[in-house]
């Protein structure tokens, strides 16, 4: 059996923080403790000076998407190494079928796009983008399957939007299953005002995409949520919270009983609508939804984090390219012609701009960065909203989320003395530009390890393509 000894490091999980040695045997974490005796043929790893953490929970990111008339940009070739590359050992996927899609055939064609490709593991939250007796059928047999959580869309009217009645019904049928339903909240029908308002005035550029999608816009979303599942008693965990007003309404519901979990997202944190407003469809790099806000909304969504408000931070990566598939919706055809899309001509605003910013890799050193180096979050808290709450959530805890004998040895030896920038030029993400482009950080994974085997050793990919797993869970939201 393979042995794996990483010496003198400091090990941080969402509890403690303390020096020793960690044991490896085979895939899992077989001691924890001060000075541990080599095995015979066991490789050592010197953690002196370096942090070990528990690998980080991804619990919201899309590689597979069909969205928006294109495909989201990355496979689980290059998603999961960029993944690894920046400290992330599990990926929890958006699978998002079509409203007319089978949804047992869209959760196979979401696993075939993983299996025996990504390096490393991964699970889905099951997209309901229809609800009705032939679907909820499919759901049951998905949850089966080891699917324990759910994922509707209050918004993208006409895409992947539900409405009232299915929203009702998928929290019945969560509550019955024990399921957690995932929700992006805003109210559809009032995006699709306020863009039809704004384009009708001749605001069509990128900088539009946020005053489209204001902030009680997203909160009358979040609300809305916090009624059914009110009503319902089904648990519920809001994905890519991006303000204080969203924020704020969960909470109160939470106050109230609602069985409700908040997440939010990396570019919430390090960037804000000024990105967004960039002159010549620049701005289009940072269009994603709810859009990126106010610069401040950041200080409270780091309060959140640090006082346990808000639970996770994950990425929503959504990865497109700048030059054809966000140019999709460029106002100007003239300035637009490498587009590869059928949906632009005469006419194109910000509202086909394809939402999303390619985010998986660099959301553990940002938060590292400008949380824990910054003074807004402690080390624990870092574990915490990056891996072990998501684990728990989600129902992968203790073999994810934890560095303890049993647990999964999916480590990352972290280098708090590394100093580089973010760039399109060294980044693992299939996209033609960097949303974090010339960021600076302070800190990287030197080593990581899936399942006992290193995957990243001083920053490059070594992993080995098609090791990742289909993690299969159980309901755990009674
Ligand atoms: O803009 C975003 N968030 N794109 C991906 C789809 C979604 O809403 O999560
Ligand atoms: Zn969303
Ligand atoms: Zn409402
Ligand atoms: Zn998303």
Redesign the pocket.
Same mark, same amino acid.
């Given at each position: 059996m393979k042995r794996l000894l990483i010496k003198n490091g400091t090990v941080v999980t969402a509890e403690r923080e303390f020096n020793a040695d960690v044991l490896c045997e085979g895939e899992t974490i077989a001691a924890v403790g001060e000075k541990l005796d080599t095995p015979e043929g066991a490789e050592v790893i010197d953690a002196t000076g370096k942090y070990v953490f528990p690998g980080f929970i991804d619990p919201?990111v &899309?590689i597979y998407?069909p !969205?928006m008339g294109t495909y989201?940009k990355d496979t689980y070739a290059t998603a999961s190494r960029a993944a690894l590359v920046g400290g992330t050992t599990t990926l929890i996927e *958006?699978c998002?079928p079509g409203c007319d899609d089978d949804p047992l055939e869209a959760f196979e064609l979401w696993k075939s796009k993983a299996e025996g490709i990504s390096a490393c593991d991964y699970t889905f939250h099951m997209g309901v983008t229809r609800f009705d007796a032939e679907a909820a059928e499919k759901l049951k047999q998905i949850v089966e399957a080891g699917v324990a959580s759910f994922k509707v !869309?209050l918004?993208?009217k006409g895409a992947?939007g539900i409405n009232d009645e299915e929203l009702y019904e998928t929290l019945k049928l969560a509550k019955e299953l024990g399921v957690i339903v995932t929700a992006?909240c805003e109210n559809a029908e009032l995006v699709a005002k306020l863009q039809a308002q704004l384009v009708s005035e001749g605001k069509t550029g990128p900088e539009w995409h946020e005053p489209s999608r204001p902030v009680r816009v997203e909160a009358e979303g979040c609300h809305h949520l916090m009624t059914f599942a009110e009503q319902t008693g089904a648990h519920v965990y809001v994905? &890519?919270t991006s303000c204080k007003d969203a924020v704020d309404v969960i909470a109160d519901a939470k106050g109230r009983g609602v069985q409700a979990w908040i997440e939010t997202?990396i570019p919430y944190l390090v960037l804000d609508k000024s990105y967004a407003e960039r002159p010549d469809f620049e701005g289009a790099k940072w269009? *994603?939804? $709810?859009p990126i806000r106010d610069k401040a909304h950041q200080p409270v969504l780091w309060q959140g984090l640090a006082e346990g408000t808000i639970d996770t931070v994950g990425t929503?990566h959504?990865p497109f390219d700048f030059k054809t598939q966000k140019h999709m919706g460029h106002p100007d055809p003239a300035k637009a012609l490498n587009a590869d899309f059928s949906l632009r001509g005469e006419g194109a605003n910000f509202t086909l701009i $394809?939402?999303?910013?390619p985010s998986v890799e660099e959301r553990v050193n940002l938060l590292y960065t400008y949380g824990v180096k910054a003074g807004k979050i402690d080390l624990r808290t870092l574990v915490k909203v990056a891996s072990t709450q998501a684990a728990k959530i989600f129902g992968l805890y203790p073999r994810k989320g934890e560095i303890a004998p049993g647990s999964d040895a999916d480590l990352v030896i972290y280098d708090p003395d590394y100093r580089g920038k973010i760039s399109v030029e060294t980044q693992q993400m299939d996209t033609d530009y960097s949303g974090f482009e010339g960021v600076q950080i302070e800190g990287r994974p030197s080593v990581v390890t899936v399942r006992g085997e290193v995957a990243v050793r001083d920053g490059e990919f070594v992993g080995t393509m098609g090791r990742g797993q289909f993690l299969a869970r159980r309901p755990t939201h009674f």
């Open positions: 919201h &899309h998407l !969205f989201a *958006m998002c !869309f918004a993208y992947f992006h994905v &890519h997202v269009v *994603m939804s $709810p929503d959504a $394809p939402n999303g910013i």
